[in-house]
């Protein structure tokens, strides 16, 4: 496919497919648009029906246009576009914006439609954007190739570049960021239907081009979603945060998953482990991008995430440490020498700890905030710093801007300010700030959300970097992919184990008996107490067909348990093919947890942690991460879940061997991708997680083979 | 305490003691600003520096004003603050406003400085608001008492009411709110450190007030936090939604609490207990009082929680719809009848679902969004409705704002948009959805947010009516008062426990042995296999000191283990006084759960519930609620908690007796109240849930009784 997207933003020539008179309506927008904002190249509009629109020749068909033009924007009827999609593809034009609704949005016929479209696209190497899409707009470039309410007006150019899956909604964020936001947009792509370019795609190019310093993305659901942690990884790399939309989160559905992982590994689940892993920024509202874009737009990076605050209001100190502690940061502990030198200053009534608060008083000592601010700049143990400046307005509000702007020009620490001072009233000082790319914030807990993402995206890219020199455990084995090849039925326990074996995973001892002598046999080489598992195919769920018994003491019990749990799963299944009964050593002590995978089949293999079943499965305290997953990743996944104390001596307990489970997890990754044509889903379920220094244990195991495609 | 807190905002006539000629300083302001904004009563300004301030002659002591002014404000050096008040009291000033700062804020010398005040504003019943505060905005009546920035406009006067104890952040919110966000003000009053009148004083006031629709407070901590419940249920019963900031919840701090209940029952816990109880809407930023404020204003209120959305943007309707499912709404399922209407109209590459996307065809459509709105309106499985309007401007905007008031004036369901055009694109037809009090908002995230605060107060309402009628359970019992008379040292299992059975709350079968021999009498009656547990009020941690043995089956391993658990209980602590040993059933079966009593010194008893102690400790997944708990409350607690599927079969496990563990709860409560004298923590850690119709049995139990003052 082409990936020149720039063209699709700065063509030097457009074909108008569909332009009508009526220019209000969605096919006579675009022209309108095109000639009102200034676009400089060649305009061609097609109709048969018209000699001329605003000037422009109107030619009746496509194959009339004089020239190939480079991109072609076709606004017919969703029963003509694959016709003329063709003739694009016949005339040369290298891109296209398919604005008609009608195709995969409204399932039937509409789906077989687009595919044809998707057919053609490729047969000519056509770049097509959409169908139903509202178009682009290259600010910058001067080029509104779209419909919409929006396009009415004309926008200042920035460096924020969005793309949206929805028109209506993409086009909003840009109006209101821009003009009231304050926050301008250098382009907007929306993608519809997306047979062509994708959301990745675009975000992808807006890494590379150099006037984007922002990426901001609505997506409601990827096809190519297992990009996202290699388009993600790259945008930090290149310095670029992305702001992103994940919608359609509370309408997931249920599947007919067999394991506990790919149960809670619904789609929300993979999509947060990726922008987790990346560094990308979920947002929630427009004001969000607004917000956050204004904060990394002041080209700082904090080293780290404790904050200092300056305030003239004590109750808004308070609101914007909620907000920055809840969401990850902590309070800077002020240096004894910066406290010493408040001291001399601050009122007693004040407060010299952080929040300072320097009070109303600033009324009568105006010098107040800026002394205070460059004791604050000066302490080491201050990695950013806000300036709560509660409603000060008019002629006091310049002289604390000088000030602010002054002391920001001389250090590399991130300064923001909470500032509730209605525009007009400040706007003198609004202007300053601006000017130096100072961000502000009209209330104290926009500005700490704001200093929160900040903070967040600084400590990704740290944690990124640090991994970049970590190598993911590579593993190839050959038993495994033998014993899983052309599997359609879940395999069963003794199996799922031995590809855990091969790949390192410590399994319990085990042995899979023919007979009830054979049995006996095996408990006596692992000694009693044993549990006794039947294993087949056809029963998943062993302890629903109550085929399994725990803690059997003597020759005597498991003998009786053999002939029963083979009895019980003959009454829950008596066409069930039974491979054997595993006896198996009884696990003491551990915490149980869970591990699993999920390969989905957009984002591929995603591992999963949680601690013993009701943890994962009543109150969803998983973590998740894309494979492959490094040693440092493993243990954020096993910090990161509520129940971690418990693996760290909470209630008494001995402190877990995480080393060993982090290890485990790492092994599992591996396994992960090296099996990923051959496994769809896996639990290890319980993992015995023993104290410290003595290991893992897999006491359970379930795999969901893949089915090829034909099986 | 004079209560005629009217007075306050309408006063006859001022002194403003300390009042300068500076008018810009603290001191300066407030005098100006009642001149500026027009107040009609008398101006006393009182310096000995001054004849006359701004045309108003000054006095040089209050002794010399010529009347007893109504209310006084004092703004002059805190160290000279307790004799002006002194002064006050003698000249019979009844209502007066400390700005001055220097008291309990700073600590120390403050403290004691502020008791002073207290003292005198008692000995004289002066009605004081502050010390250290901005004062007051009485807009409707134009008093404008205090000073701040925000003093220097003018504000259109409205039906919000608001009480801040920050005085910086509460005049940010009546500016911002009432110029930008469109969401007038009646009055604002800022509370300072409260030796008089408080946050909740205020509230009962707006309450009362005919002027006042909607309430608005800004709340650090509240001294008589007991009053919640309360003045939250009279708000509920005048129509009066409270939108309340609650703020500090990071900086708890640790507490030396003997029970778990006690630990998890921080403040923040209690105070979003008694909001929920009452239904105040917790707000978190400026905007979501305008936006909340904006939905109640329409006066109406959602029959149910279905809302249904129609939009021309596909994307914005996944936002709204995320917005509300993740806050409590339903989308409502359309009436085939309705599906039926629509599809005369709605372009095939629309949806007829829910929301329903009339797609950008509404701009060759117009009468698209009108024909569409009145058909979900008459469908009666539709609560509320939402209008997606993109950013859809000018003549069309105003075309559509004209159908959607006609169709609003015809239904008494809550009808709002989400419209995202700026302001000055769609002037016409904001002005008309205002001039019809149906709300707007820029986005449909914020939309859908005031919807779901709507429908919260809605649901609490319905809620709060029904349990009206429900008596709670009051109990008066004689035993475990006289048990718990004067103790100081935590109480023991068995006679904690004789105080729960009191309360006709179920224990196990028990009996204190004193004798080894007596304890195998006891073991005999009760049936093995039994417990045994050293009872001392010097171990409260039993466990801990291996003072405990379960599941003793024999007469020869009961006496063994009661000879090593005297011994171990010894090797804790040599000087443990010992009570006995206690022999007792062993539950078999059921859920552990936890129930407790916090008696807070400001809230006074609360009660909690949740599921065994990982799930409490370390998930912190339990509910509390203020006594008294009626049946349907402690339903609702029950059934709050995440790990609520545990009770109800999840995992195969038996269905759990709910109500016999809602009983047990409705006692606690009552006993809660009957001992609140007596009991200052209590755990109830397990009490076995067992199945369905085989009631709840309290395992053991920890009472840590109230000592009084001088103990």
Redesign the interface.
């Known amino acids: 496919m082409r990936s020149d997207l720039e063209r699709f933003f700065n063509p030097k020539s457009i074909a108008i497919i569909g332009a009508s008179k009526d220019l209000?309506?969605?096919s006579g927008?675009p022209l309108s648009h095109l000639v009102n904002h200034g676009y400089s190249g060649k305009l061609y509009p097609v109709n048969p029906r018209y000699p001329d629109i605003l000037g422009h020749k109107c030619y009746a068909s496509l194959a009339d246009v004089p020239e190939t033009p480079e991109l072609a924007l076709i606004l017919i009827n969703?029963s003509r576009v694959a016709d003329m999609l063709e003739q694009c593809g016949k005339k040369g034009v290298p891109y296209v914006i398919i604005f008609s609704?009608?195709?995969s949005?409204?399932g039937g016929e509409?789906v077989a439609l687009q595919q044809r479209l998707g057919a053609i696209a490729e047969k000519y190497n056509i770049g097509v954007i959409g169908p139903?899409c509202?178009g682009l707009m290259n600010v910058a470039g001067k080029c509104y190739a779209g419909?919409?309410?929006?396009f009415?007006?004309d926008y200042p150019a920035g460096r924020v570049s969005m793309v949206?899956?929805?028109?209506?909604?993409?086009?909003?964020v840009l109006?209101?960021a821009s003009?009231?936001g304050g926050l301008a947009f250098r382009q907007m792509v929306t993608t519809g239907n997306e047979i062509g370019v994708s959301t990745l795609d675009f975000i992808d190019y807006f890494i590379r081009d150099p006037h984007t310093d922002i990426i901001a993305g609505?997506l409601?659901g990827a096809k190519d979603a297992r990009r996202i942690t290699e388009i993600g990884l790259k945008a930090m790399a290149a310095g670029k945060p992305i702001l992103m939309?994940k919608?359609?989160?509370?309408?997931e559905g249920q599947k007919a998953a067999a394991s506990h992982t790919a149960n809670l590994g619904g789609a929300m689940a993979l999509y947060q482990a990726a922008f987790k892993q990346t560094g990308i920024i979920q947002v929630?509202?427009?004001?969000d991008v607004v917000d956050y874009g204004r904060m990394f737009r002041c080209g700082k990076l904090p080293k780290g995430n404790r904050i200092a605050m300056i305030?003239?209001?004590?109750?808004?100190g308070?609101?914007m440490?909620?907000e920055c502690?809840?969401r990850g940061m902590q309070l800077a502990k002020l240096a004894p020498e910066t406290v010493a030198k408040l001291k001399e200053f601050v009122?007693?009534?004040g407060s010299l700890g952080n929040p300072v608060d320097v009070?109303?008083?600033i009324?009568?000592d105006l010098a107040l905030i800026n002394r205070t601010l460059q004791a604050i700049v000066d302490d080491p143990g201050v990695d950013c710093i806000a300036l709560i400046n509660?409603?000060?307005?008019?002629e006091?509000a310049t002289k604390i801007a000088h000030e602010i702007v002054a002391i920001a020009k001389t250090t590399d620490k991130p300064i923001a300010a909470a500032w509730?001072?209605?525009d007009v009233?400040a706007k003198e000082a609004y202007a300053m700030l601006d000017a130096e790319r100072i961000p502000h914030y009209?209330?104290?807990?926009?500005c700490g959300r704001a200093f929160a993402a900040l903070s967040g995206y600084a400590e990704a890219k740290r944690r990124i970097e640090a991994q970049r020199n970590e190598r993911p455990l590579v593993l190839q084995k050959t038993q495994s992919k033998e014993i899983l090849n052309n599997r359609v039925a879940d395999v069963a326990e003794y199996e799922a184990k031995k590809a855990l074996a091969e790949y390192g995973i410590a399994v319990t001892q085990e042995e899979l008996a023919a007979t009830r002598e054979h049995a006996l046999a095996i408990a006596k080489r692992i000694g009693y107490p044993v549990a006794i598992k039947v294993q087949s195919p056809d029963i998943s769920h062993k302890t629903?067909a109550k085929a399994v018994k725990l803690g059997l003491s003597s020759d005597a019990e498991l003998a009786a348990a053999y002939d029963e749990v083979l009895a019980n799963a003959k009454a829950y299944n008596a066409k069930a093919h039974i491979d054997g009964v595993l006896v198996q050593e009884m696990l003491r002590g551990g915490t149980e947890a869970i591990l699993g995978i999920a390969n989905d089949p957009l984002f591929g293999p995603a591992v999963m942690f949680g601690l013993g079943?009701?943890?994962a499965?009543?109150?969803k305290?998983v973590s998740f991460r894309l494979a492959p997953v490094t040693l440092s990743m493993a243990r954020e996944m096993i910090a990161e879940i509520?129940?971690y104390?418990?693996l760290t001596g909470?209630?008494?307990r001995a402190h877990a061997d995480i080393d060993a489970l982090a290890d485990a997890i790492v092994k599992l990754s591996a396994l992960a991708i090296d099996l990923k044509d051959h496994v769809a889903e896996l639990d290890i379920n319980p993992l015995f997680v023993m104290e410290r220094g003595k290991g893992v244990k897999a006491a359970d195991a379930l795999i969901r083979p893949k089915v090829k495609a034909g099986n």
Chains 1, 2 share one sequence.
């Open positions: 209000v309506t969605i927008q969703a609704s009608g195709f949005e409204m509409g139903n509202q419909f919409g309410s929006v009415f007006s949206s899956q929805s028109g209506g909604f993409g086009f909003s109006s209101l003009l009231d609505y409601e939309w919608v359609g989160n509370t309408d929630e509202d427009i004001q305030t003239v209001s004590g109750g808004a308070i609101l440490t909620d502690v809840s009122p007693s009534f009070t109303a008083a009324f009568n509660a409603s000060l307005q008019g006091i509730s001072a209605r009233m009209k209330s104290p807990v926009r629903e079943g009701i943890f499965e009543i109150m305290d509520k129940g104390p418990l909470a209630r008494g």
